[in-house]
């Protein structure tokens, strides 16, 4: 982030997660402080999956960052998409089952803050590829609707009970 920034000051930052680890949180915010940073971070701790803060937090984000090394599912970025923000991650666990970098996201190689950096900037500063991204999300996200997931599941029952 504190690269993007010095191609456009005017970025927030906003980290949005349940403290597990105090020690790493203190990290992450000392770390903020060393880049000076601080009147660009907004930091929300401990929401609980269902506040409204959380779901207003997705709408109102130009995009959404995973910066995982390692994920099962990925829960959040369905919610992401859903709130129609494009996302980016690395291509790490399950993600790659249904992210499809350039297609519906942009995969960012996990152990590079520049790669991050330049996935980052591209989709703000490139509408096209945003668009893009954006509307193959919109396409990928409807696959996870309560009712398409329902109807798989009843045919998955009706199979093995047959």
Known sequence: FAQCRESDESLKLVLIGVVYDAEYFTQIKNQIKALEIEDSVIVITNLKFDNPVLVNAYAAAELFVLPSHYETFGVVILEAWAANTPILCGNVGGLSSF????????????????????????????????????????????????????????????????
């Open 99 to 162: 992210v499809k970098d350039d297609e519906n996201g942009l995969f960012f190689d996990t152990q590079s803050d520049s790669d991050l950096s330049i996935k980052m900037l591209k989709l703000l500063s490139h509408r096209p590829t945003y668009k893009r991204i954006q509307e193959g999300a919109k396409q990928t996200v409807q696959q996870y609707s309560w009712s398409k997931i329902t109807s798989k599941l009843a045919r998955i029952y009706e199979e093995v009970s047959n």
